[in-house]
């Protein structure tokens, strides 16, 4: 008989013997921290719906990503809030562009972070979409032009890895290609492959100053009932030269982190949204739960299902508590 033989409370009787046989780990440098960068100087303005997350002028983002550094971050990844906004997404891809002077100030002052941008229009464009409006609808492959360079400005800015987050099709082989033209070879891209039209977006929207002015984002991020297609999706973006690809949301979709886990043998990220970390923080601050507890738990969580890399909100805490 498996009792008493077998008594699995053995091994968690102590800390030092949990700690030993523990399964999943998690470090600092498998955590990516958002940094949402604006123009101004001396600029600190915290976001209402993601205490102690703020829009950050260059100046003070430099100095959030030497604490990074310290903290032993597997990197940053940065969204831009530009001046002015138009119907062409200019300010995505401009060489002076609020992104391409945050890389710039960031690598002359901690050059050995890693640093990602974000490369999408949602934040640049007048109406808020992700790309360009013709006729009413996003076109698809007009956007790739605009996509292929911004992507381009950020790797001449300095940017170690470019991430893709628009959801159009075929963008990875048009970001491909421009890098490789440009002479970037060398520059990954770590594709949103499968980001589904998630309601837990709301807090970044007030961040990034990106909500769309009309209609929503439903015909090009992905419907979150489907898995199946999430799995085609990431295939195709590894068929296109993607090098690290993403699942977001991170907690509402476990199971396709899972899934996309077992299937593909590239590294693998899971995006913690704002959401999610806004959700937790304000449980916390009204006593329902234990709000550092959480954070580790959920983490664990998305790291068990199978993410490599987690972009979160709880970053710099997180580091802290596992120092």
């Known amino acids: 008989m498996a009792y008493p033989v077998h008594r699995m409370r053995r091994l968690r009787a102590r800390e030092a013997l949990r700690r030993l046989v523990r399964e999943t780990h998690l470090e600092p440098s498998q955590l990516i921290l958002p940094l949402f960068v604006c123009p101004g100087q001396g600029v600190r303005r915290e976001i209402s719906a993601m205490p102690g997350n703020y829009q950050l002028s260059v100046d003070e983002l430099v100095k959030e990503c030497t604490d990074a550094h310290r903290l032993g971050l597997g990197g940053v990844i940065l969204f831009g809030i530009p001046e002015t906004k138009d119907e062409m997404a200019s300010g995505a891809y401009a060489e002076d562009g609020i992104v391409q002077r945050a890389v710039r100030a960031i690598k002359r002052e901690t050059p050995e972070l890693v640093v990602i941008t974000d490369v999408c229009n949602c934040e640049y464009t007048s109406h808020g979409h992700c790309g360009k409006i013709v006729d009413g609808e996003v076109d698809n492959d007009a956007t790739l032009e605009w996509l292929a360079a911004t992507a381009v400005s950020h790797a001449r800015a300095g940017a170690d890895i470019v991430a893709p987050s628009d959801m159009m099709d075929g963008r990875v082989a048009a970001i491909r290609r421009a890098l490789d033209a440009a002479g970037f070879t060398h520059i990954p891209i770590l594709s949103y492959a499968a980001k589904f039209a998630s309601v837990f977006y709301g807090p970044f929207r007030e961040a990034a100053q990106s909500a769309p002015r009309f209609g929503d984002r439903r015909s090009y991020q992905m419907d979150p009932p489907n898995a199946r297609e999430a799995l085609r999706e ?85 580091a802290r508590l596992l120092a």
């Open 234 to 318: 990431i295939a195709l973006d590894i068929e296109e030269g993607a090098d690290i690809v993403m699942v977001k949301p991170a907690l509402p979709y476990l199971d396709i982190i899972r899934m996309a886990r077992e299937r593909f043998d590239v590294p693998l990220a899971a995006y913690q949204v704002s959401g999610e970390f806004s959700m937790i923080v304000a449980a916390a601050r009204n006593g329902w739960l234990d709000g550092e507890r959480a954070m580790i738990e959920t983490l664990l969580a998305i790291r068990r299902a199978g993410a490599d890399l987690i972009l979160t909100y709880f970053a710099r805490e997180a």
